[in-house]
């Protein structure tokens, strides 16, 4: 039987797109491959929203380059946000690679299995795993018209594009059939869910047809702009039994210069009067948001000023990245990366040693009280999962709950999770 091997990298719409692969190779007749060097197809599911990440996946081609050579008859494929359209330079940077596609461009690899007499890749109820995880992700659209001045993806996934309401409706319901009890509904601005769409359905209402779903418990959706979040998607949250008091909202800093230097269309005034108005329909919500620090310009007051938003907002977990120049992008082409790396490092820290005593002191509100945990797996011993909150939660069960809603009594908390024993 041949094996497949798949590295992922980057955010959770690859994630997404490397779960399809996978179900289209088993279908198709191949086992997974715990290394690469046991594998048939060796598939790189790249990204590059900052130079980090992409310094990894050269890393990574780069020691497949000695696979090739020792085994000419393994396929070495690559997708990703490191795929554009100028497949030309990539093949010529990495020769060794047999095929290259870029994200969502799934005829291509569907090209290449049947030219080896597998199958094509369906897109129908095929394409939903017969073994979904608990928690499974469901890419509602694809690609972002947003251009905020950093950010690459744009360029790499294109134009905005959401899927039909009832085609997602059908996957989630063969989702939850095979076994899968939440679904994640991922967009890069998913609260501009449908805009594109001639009927004009929003977000609220794929919410409202996925929440009519039986045995479906949970339904989470990531990453909403502030500009998109409208009262209407609010309410959803606060009315639909299943989905999930948890929004990730990110505001990118905590300050007006540098916001409109990112481009991304808000105040910290609007920004902070939108948290306010979903705190007070949604009393209980877990606000998660993206900070990036660094940014070209940023002086130190605008750095202090994203300190004082972030502490005054208490976010329950804050993503942060120190500005990355990327190619392609208008702040590259517009603006200098003057500050340095340390002074990115430095800010970087700061924010995350203040979130961190912001997080332990949230999760120590919920010490001695018990929780709705749905539980995703077993890992050293322990049971853990996850709240409507999102706050990661390890316990001591009994046998066989994966998939299960377990009462939990907390006993014990730090600003990464929860640990408490079963009621
Ligand atoms: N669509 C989402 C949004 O509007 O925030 C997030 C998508 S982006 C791929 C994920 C995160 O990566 C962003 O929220 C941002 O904080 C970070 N990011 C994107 N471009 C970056 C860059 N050039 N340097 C540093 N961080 C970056
Ligand atoms: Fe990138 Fe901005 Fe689009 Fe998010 S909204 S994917 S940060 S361009």
Redesign the pocket.
Known sequence: MKQYHIWTIG?QMNKADSDQVANYLRRAGFRQAETAEEADLVLLNSCV??EHAEVKVVNRLNSLKVLKKSRPDITIALTGCMVDSRIDDLKRRFPWVDLFFRPQQWEVLSGWGESRGLPGMDQGEDSVPHNPPVSAYVPIMHG?D?F?S????PYRRGKARSRDLDEIRCQVQNLVQRGAKEVVLLG??VDAYGHDLPSKPDLADLLTAVNGIEGLLRIRFL?S?PNYMSHKLIRAVADLSKVCEHISL?I?AGDNGVLEAMKRGYTTEEYGELVEHIRRIVPNVALST???VGFPGETAEQFASTMDVLRQTRFDKV?I??????PE?S?TKNLRDDISFEEKETRRAQVEAMQNIIAAEINAGFLGRTVEVLVEDQKRGKWYGRTRGDKLVFFVGRAGMIGQLASVRIEKTSAFALQGTLE
């Open positions: 955010c929203v900052r972002c947003s905020c950093y950010c690459v993806v890069q601005i990453t702009h990110p990118q993206d900070v990036i993503h990245a120190a500005y990355s120049p990327r992008t702040a």
